[in-house]
Structure formats: C-alpha cells, structure tokens
C-alpha cells in the first residue's frame, strides 16, 4: 500500500450524518479509483478522476460525490449518510509496472465505515 | 456492458498440491487486461497477475499463473504448490482499454489451504 494513504481507517457515523474520506497519493499519478467491497459483491467502483480537477461516476455513484481538487487528494463525500452504505471503502491509483509495462491498480488499506 | 464471474465462493486445498480458481468474463472491447488480485485476512489487495488480450502466451509469476483462453473468455489463475499463507480471497478483475482505465471485479473467490 505504500504510496496511497486514505484516512480515516475506521469512522461509525449515524443516519443522516456527513463526513468525507481522504485518500492521497505520493507518486504523481493522473487516475484515481474509489471502491466500495460488501460481502459477496466484490468491489465496486464509486468514482474516479483521470487528472486533477476531472471526475467521473462509476458503476454505483448514487449517493457520494467527489473532489480532486489537487492531483495527489481524490475526496469521497457522504451527505447524508444512510446504513446501506455501511462498507469498506478502497482508494487506488493506476501505476505502470516497469517489468511489463501493465498499468495496475495500487489500494490504499481500506477505510471502514459503520452507518447506524 | 462488461462483466467478470466467478463462480466458486469457496474452495479448499491440499497444502502442496496445486488449485485453479475460476474466473470468466464478458466484453465487447478488443482490448482489455485481466488481472487477479489476492486479499489476505489483514483486508489489503495485492496485485497477483496481469494478461493482456493481446498476450498470445499465458502470463506466469512465479508459483501463479493465468490460463488465458480468449475464445471462451476465461481468465482462470493456477496457484502451484499451494502454502498455508496462500489461504486468502482472490479476485478476477478486467480493465477496458479506454475511457479512464475502469476496472471491474468479481465476486472473489475464498481460498482455504489445508495443513
């Protein structure tokens, strides 16, 4: 996980509250992915940014929303927090292997968030 | 719309003896990678294996290795000479070739190594 930091790890919130999950990233990379893992669904992507000040929706967007307003942070916000998004959340950027060229996704270690 | 299966929540396995793990995908593109990701009970994901759709030989890092056969859009990984720390969730991803390098998941595979 070295080089992607997300913050906090661990957070309980109740219905209704706000808060936003930090990731940040040490290595100049352009693309930026959040995932969302439940239990027997695998990880789902939330949102990305392909560079700073850009942002996209992914596969299950409804209810967050991001900013990347500098490259290294890519910001994932809950307004108003409901228990169906009780989850782990991943951060990862896109590095490029030197050895074979692929771009592959780097995770940060995962913030879990308990909605009550 | 692309779509990665896995069909096996569970499997066991001999320690020493070797395991594949199922991994099928759906696409329309012509260029995608597939990758396998490992998630040991500590929850980090560490990056296992890449095959690039335009690989013609299987990929292989050191006891892993991806059985690629393109015509039937399977992705499966062979784990050789299984250890006990190889117990871990497993998970199938394919990335399209454009538009923002979107990569999507399976439903992950549980791995159980038996002493």
């Known amino acids: 996980n070295a080089g992607v930091t997300q913050t906090p790890k661990f957070r309980v919130l109740k219905t209704g509250q706000s808060m936003t999950l930090l990731c940040a990233q040490d290595m100049n990379h352009e693309y930026m992915y959040w995932y969302r893992q439940d239990p027997g669904m695998g990880l789902r992507l939330i949102h990305y940014s392909v560079g700073e000040g850009t942002t996209a929706k992914g596969e299950v967007p409804d209810g967050y929303n991001v900013s990347r307003l500098k490259k290294q942070n890519f910001l994932l916000g809950l307004e108003s927090a409901a228990p169906s998004q009780t989850s782990v959340y991943f951060c990862?950027?896109?590095?490029?292997?030197?050895?074979?060229?692929?771009?592959?996704?780097?995770f940060g270690a995962g913030s879990r968030l308990t909605v009550l | 719309a692309q779509k990665i299966t896995q069909t096996q929540p569970g499997m066991f396995v001999q320690e020493k003896e070797a395991v594949t793990l199922d991994c099928t995908y759906d696409?329309?593109?012509?260029?995608?990678?597939l990758f396998w990701y490992k998630q040991p009970s500590s929850g980090e994901m560490i990056f296992l294996i890449y095959?690039?759709?335009?690989?013609?030989q299987n990929a292989t890092e050191g006891r892993y290795s991806l059985n690629f056969q393109k015509a039937r859009k399977s992705a499966n990984l062979v784990i050789s000479a299984s250890q006990l720390g190889d117990s871990a969730m497993y998970f199938c991803a394919m990335r399209e070739g454009r538009g923002g390098f979107k990569t999507i998941f399976g439903a992950g595979t549980r791995l159980f190594v038996k002493a």
């Open positions: 095959q690039g759709s335009y690989d013609e």
């Open positions: 990862a950027t896109l590095v490029r292997q030197s050895y074979s060229g692929a771009n592959v996704l780097t």
């Open positions: 696409t329309s593109d012509q260029s995608y990678g």
